[in-house]
């Protein structure tokens, strides 16, 4: 089983900056793609960022020139840069890989999720 730990959430003020890291561990032989997701109170949860293991990246429309996501592939980390963030943003911010713990056995994992909340 892959673990995944969110690291960096927290309360900013709107204008504001976070970092939000994430460490996948455990038996991996390789990760294809690594996402952050939100979930803000009363609505669905919505894929924010994604990064695949060559570099594409792909982000919502609502974070497009604020948020930029980043990968260390020898460590298994990805990373959120969050800019100008806005109070709209507040939300629990999760982390999630898929990927293979052997050749042929996948893995499609989430993290518990750190909560970002933007408000003066």
């Known amino acids: 089983q892959v673990q995944l730990v969110e690291s960096g959430g927290g309360l900013v003020q709107p204008g504001g900056s976070l970092r939000l890291s994430c460490a996948a561990s455990?038996?991996?032989?390789?990760?294809?793609?690594m996402h952050w997701y939100r979930q803000g109170s009363g609505k669905q949860r919505e894929l924010v960022a994604s990064i695949t293991s060559g570099g594409r990246l792909n982000y919502a429309d609502s974070v497009k020139g604020r948020f930029t996501i980043s990968r260390d592939n020898a460590s298994n980390t990805v990373y959120q840069q969050m800019n100008s963030l806005k109070p709209e943003d507040t939300a629990v911010y999760y982390c999630?890989?898929?990927?293979?713990?052997?050749?042929?056995?996948?893995?499609?994992?989430w993290g518990p999720g750190t909560q970002v909340t933007v408000s003066a």
């Open positions: 999630h890989a898929v990927g293979e713990i052997l050749p042929g056995q996948h893995f499609d994992d």
């Open positions: 455990g038996r991996i032989f390789s990760v294809y793609a």
